[in-house]
């Protein structure tokens, strides 16, 4: 190993650099699309399924935390579920992650998609948003494969312009509802809401987690930020309640200004629901703006989880549990070419759906399988390594498998599915030899 190879990065990110890169890995689809969808399923209890889903995350937040502390590696869940549990727990974290941000970033690309035909003032037919996001990828496919990251400056523009637009977006959207729209005008009737129909609640909250789970980025941080055992489980703390009170203002402006029924259809029929309810408040400005931040913060998000998935594919490959090609890095050693365009492929096979409310949907069950994993891994973490009760992966690992089953049957029989097809894939490539498998402990 080279002194270079084995130096440690420099420990320059605080407190607020922290936040602020969880904030810009959060901030995304979560707010401009899934609200709409979740809206669609708990109506006006949508407020209730904001909440319990920033519980669920925060306990998962915490397990994920302590986990990087304890075991500072790429691959998340993938690697601690070999280190911690058995290689086939492993393998099962790493597919549905796979499947899980796959599914995102197909969400992403729609919603992009959406919002740039709104705010150009074009038809915003599934016809031509689906080839308009399958452009998105393309592009955004081709700058990670040439070597483009999304540098901390620009992370800190995209959150700054998002937070602004959603500021303005809930200021104005109070000023034109008025003071009695809101608590308890909101809260109440979204309880009574939630308490007639639970499992409508349930299932929104699922759909929810998913918009907060960006919080991943800050437990990677562990060899880059000061005091790690101090800044990064506060980091989270800090990021889910400011994510919390970002979501609820958004949810809470959209269910007083335009009611649950209309924000649910501004996204199943344009895919850009935050952008259709800014037009109705009365400011030319605000829709522009809305759209600009909501494009340039998915298309951050679509960036990033290129990143993210490739890099996983290339572990995956690694170990022989996807196919060793994907493995290569390029002529150049830059990067995994291969791993990025397979992701790529995915992705866009996933957004010919065409619907945010089914790629948003699939997301949910497999991501809360993913993190029912990181749960399950916290638990095995040595009482040394251990930096918080046991109750709170008890509780995220119980909640994720419960609220999995939430989502309409046919995604989770379909997610399902899929588990069972990549356990196949990997016992063929075993067979063959196709790579020889890693160790799995570390």
Known sequence: MTEREGAALPRVVGLGGAVWLGLGSILGTGVFVSLGVAAGVAGPGLLWAVVLAALLALANGLSSAQLAAAHPVSGGTYEYGHRLLNPSVGFAAGWMFLAAKSASAAT????????????????????????????????????????????????GVVVTATVTALVAFVAFGMAAAGPGAFDPGLVVPGLRAALAKPASLFHATALMFVAYTGYGRIATLGEEVHEPSRTIPLAVVVTLGLSLLLYASV??????????????????????????????????????????????????????????????????????????PLSRLDSEGRGPTRAVWAVALVIAGLTLLGDVRVTW??????????????????????????????????????????????????????????????????????????????????
């Open 251 to 324: 949810a809470a402006t959209a269910l007083a200004t335009v009611g649950a029924g209309a924000f649910a259809s501004a996204t199943s029929e344009a895919a850009a629901p935050l952008e259709v309810v800014a037009r109705s408040l009365g400011r030319r400005w605000l829709p522009g703006l809305v759209g600009v931040s909501a494009i340039g913060a998915m298309a951050g998000v679509l960036l990033n989880l290129l990143l993210g998935l490739s890099r996983v594919v290339l572990a995956m490959a690694r170990r022989g549990e996807l196919p060793a």
């Open 108 to 155: 992403a690309a729609l919603g992009c998609a959406g919002y740039l035909l709104h705010t150009l003032g074009l038809t915003d037919d599934v016809r031509v948003r689906v080839p308009v996001a399958l452009g998105f990828v393309a592009l955004l496919a081709v700058l990670v494969a040439g070597g483009l990251r999304r540098s901390n400056v620009v992370n």
């Open 361 to 442: 949907s699939f997301s949910a069950f497999t991501v809360l399988v993913y993190y029912g994993v990181t749960n399950l891994a916290a638990l095995r973490l040595p009482p040394a390594d251990r930096r918080f009760p046991r109750w709170i992966a008890v509780a995220g690992l119980l909640s994720c498998f419960a609220l999995a089953f939430f989502v309409p049957r046919p995604i989770w029989v379909a997610g399902l599915a899929l588990l069972l097809v990549g356990f196949g894939v990997r016992a063929v490539l075993r067979a063959r030899g196709s790579a020889p498998p890693a160790p799995d402990a570390g």
